[in-house]
């Protein structure tokens, strides 16, 4: 580290606030803190692009990750040591479902760890959960925006050609136990299939801190799965901007909405938040 900073984020305490949202393409960064009242970039090495501001008075950060696991376990761990405590995933998905659409909000709740990262932290059995109060906050964002979204479980994995079909890969390159592996997860109800979130949702509870994961879905893995076709990573998605936008107004409102339960939570005294902290019986 040099003059306090991290090794591979460049940013040191002070830098960032406690609310982190974490895009996997560096390029999303600026694009997320143009909807902040104010913004700043605070960090930039390697993969990790890293702004700072404010979002209706509260104190936000933004930091990118990459692609997958390792990247993101990295981000969490330097960023927990700068002061942050609540992380959100925000990224983009393949849906696993028929009942979700293209421009869906896919908020994740839980995790299937079909990677390798977490699984050096601790044994596969723990299990890969968002925080409550986090989830929470990303459904009343979404719905208040009226955007189209699922709450379920995700699928984490490293490889994003290999698991699709034969003919994704480079050659055709496949093998024998990947034949089942998204009709399985389509039969145990796994939502949405991307890369990064059971990590976050792993490692954050091992350290004590908060996790949510919100993504836009962008394409179907099970439609390209069943019909064979060769998925193009490279096509220009019609409206895929607008579905992004989606998934990172709902992140940056999910932070307002935690700030403020927050506060409401430290003013009672409570060991957790609860909904009539923040809402009376009344107003529900």
């Known amino acids: 580290m040099k003059a306090g900073k991290q090794y591979h984020l460049g940013v040191a305490p002070g830098d960032v606030a406690k609310y982190v949202l974490l895009p996997g393409d560096p390029g999303r960064v600026s694009f997320i803190a143009s909807f902040w009242d104010q913004a700043e970039k605070v960090g930039e090495n390697r993969q990790y692009v890293t702004y700072s501001g404010k979002i209706g008075g509260v104190p936000i950060s933004c930091c990118s990750t990459g692609i997958g696991g390792p990247g993101v376990a990295i981000a969490v761990e330097e960023l927990a040591r700068c002061g942050a ?36 932290y601790v044994r596969m059995e723990y299990p890969a959960v968002a925080s409550y109060e986090v989830t ?12 189209p979204f699922v709450v379920g479980t995700a699928r984490s994995g490293d490889a994003f050609y290999s698991q699709r079909t034969p003919s994704n890969s480079f050659n055709g390159y496949w093998q024998s136990d990947m034949e089942g592996v998204i009709d399985d ?23 004590r801190l908060r ?12 439609e390209v799965r069943k019909k064979g076709i060769n998925f193009d990573p490279t096509k220009d998605f019609e409206h895929k901007t607008e579905y992004i936008e989606r998934a990172c107004q709902t992140a940056n409102d999910a932070v307002k909405l935690l700030a403020r ?10 060991r957790s938040w609860y909904p009539s902290l923040s809402y009376s019986k009344s107003h529900a």
């Open 85 to 120: 405590d609540t992380f959100i995933r925000v990224g983009t998905a393949g849906a696993l479902q028929d009942y979700v659409k293209n421009g869906d909000v896919a908020i994740s709740d839980s995790a299937v760890r079909l990677e390798g990262t977490s699984k050096t």
């Open 136 to 147: 929470l906050a990303l459904i009343e964002s979404a719905a208040g925006r009226k955007y």
């Open 185 to 207: 997860l389509v039969r145990s109800n796994v939502v949405s299939a991307e890369m990064e979130a059971s990590v976050l949702f792993t490692i954050a509870r091992l350290f």
């Open 211 to 222: 996790s949510g994961c919100v993504c836009a879905i962008i394409d179907n893995m099970a």
């Open 261 to 270: 339960w927050d506060n409401d939570q430290s003013k009672s005294k409570s």
